[in-house]
């Protein structure tokens, strides 16, 4: 190691004339920078979790997007450095980048304001460029293996601060901004740091089918598995969200038979077991059981919806083609709704706003992105490089469809808009198309 470095020095004194001191410092400047080179998986996951952790103030409103910059900046420059391929992945990319180029051109016709660039990022832009740079950043089992610990810790971290809200232990509650209720929306619920239940409940059901794969690997086992399978209904329960109960519902008993691991199938039968057992305990016994009881009985928030959801469909059937302009949506909705008068209109339904905003060719883009979703992990693939008892195995990829509609399924009560949750998706899915492209690479070689 020190021939080498002197070696370096007498390298850079040849070649720049520079002194060893200068030397040193050069090369203690450059550390930092080899180490996130070293370890591009670990700056994604960072990137992640600045995306799922930044606070809503004003003065950290960029920080996710610093983090998006550096991570692209981090994987281009070793993609180089190290010449690798730079492959764009086949599947998802053309549409999600027409979505892109629809949805920028809408927000260049509304007035200038930093949260409607937010949205734009949030909602297609982010997903598409964390799509296109997974699969340079996962490459083999460690890196892959990384991601899932760090699906595991956030699952974690969810159900433990929705319980904590359910029994009223808000002291524990961290960070502090989920507890402001002039902030986000559902403060009387279980909503995370997203600010927002239903991102809170759909991101818990889909790193919950991801729990579920490392226990039928046997990396999540013992006590640990227990509390896992005992926590996320309680969590899943805390939402008080009825789309988020129905698809966490729908996925455990849709699991047992797209899977074919006993581990699996015995596990969803635990959880379903668990969750009769927590909303049975929670009517009969809980002090909660009232606020339950009410959000079950509801019916103002389904009336304004279906307002929404008639007046979105006649304005899609007046322009079918292309869509509403951006500043024409919010007049024309508020002379359509008479019975209620929020101060925005929301439409609570993703494919509803893309018809209405985009028109038929953004809802054909969008219906195309889906369908490559599901054809990313749709089927088993004989030379998938990921030896079983890895993360993205071929097992995997019969679960791989039951989250695609999990998403899609609360997508349709609400308007999916929530930056983890798109990126959480769409880094699955740029893993699971690069390891499509290396198996079709060895099944060249092969033949």
């Not at 159900?159 to 009387?188: N, Q």
């Not at 009517?283 to 909660?288: P, V």
């Not at 054909?364 to 890895?390: Q, S």
């Amino acid at each position: 190691m020190n021939c080498q470095r002197s070696n370096v020095f007498q390298l850079l004194r040849l070649e720049t004339g520079v002194t060893p001191a200068i030397g040193h410092a050069l090369l203690a400047t450059a550390r930092p920078l080899q180490a996130l080179l070293a370890a591009p998986s670990a700056v994604f996951i960072t990137a992640l979790a600045i995306m799922l952790f930044r606070p809503p103030d004003l003065q950290f409103y960029s920080l996710d997007r610093v983090a998006l910059f550096g991570l692209i900046f981090v994987v281009l420059l070793r993609t180089f450095l190290v010449q690798q391929s730079l492959w764009i992945p086949g599947p998802v990319t053309l549409p999600m980048f027409g979505m892109v180029l629809l949805a920028f051109s809408s927000v260049l016709t509304e007035s200038y304001e930093a949260q409607n660039w937010s949205l734009f990022a949030a909602k297609w832009l982010v997903p598409l460029v964390l799509y296109q740079l997974a699969g340079l950043a996962f490459q083999d089992v460690k890196s892959i293996r990384r991601f899932e610990t760090f699906s595991i810790v956030i699952l974690a971290y969810l159900s433990l601060t929705a319980i904590f809200f359910l029994i009223d232990a808000r002291s524990v509650i961290f960070p502090r901004y989920i507890l402001d209720e002039s902030i986000g929306i559902h403060a009387d619920r279980a909503r995370g740091p997203f600010l927002q239940a239903v991102a809170n409940g759909v991101t818990m059901n889909l790193l919950g089918l991801i729990a579920l794969d490392t226990f039928r690997r046997r990396r999540l086992r013992g006590p640990l598995a227990l509390l896992f399978a005992a926590a996320l209904p309680l969590a899943i329960l805390a939402t008080k969200t009825r789309a988020v109960w129905a698809s966490f519902a729908g996925s455990l008993l849709v699991v047992p038979f797209v899977s074919s691991s006993s581990r699996v199938k015995r596990a969803c039968l635990c959880i379903l077991m668990a969750s009769g057992i927590c909303i049975t305990t929670f009517l009969l016994f809980g002090d909660t059981n009232t606020s339950l009881s009410e959000r079950l009985q509801e019916r103002g928030p389904v009336e304004f919806r279906v307002g929404m959801y008639a007046a979105g469909l006649e304005m899609f059937l007046d322009k079918p083609i292309v869509g509403w302009s951006a500043n024409s949506i919010q007049p024309e909705l508020a002379r359509r709704i008479s019975d209620f008068h929020p101060p925005y209109f929301l439409f609570h339904n993703t494919y509803l706003e893309i018809a209405v905003k985009h028109g038929l060719l953004g809802l054909a883009l969008y219906v195309w992105v889906i369908v490559d979703l599901f054809r990313l992990g749709g089927r088993r693939r004989k030379f998938v490089p990921a030896p079983d008892g890895n993360f993205l195995d071929a097992e995997f990829r019969s679960l791989w469809p039951v989250l695609v509609v999990v998403y899609l399924l609360n997508a349709s009560f609400v308007v999916m808009s929530y930056q983890f949750v798109n990126g959480l998706l769409f880094t699955i899915a740029g893993m699971l198309a690069s390891q499509n492209r290396r198996a079709r690479s060895n099944q060249t070689c092969l033949e």
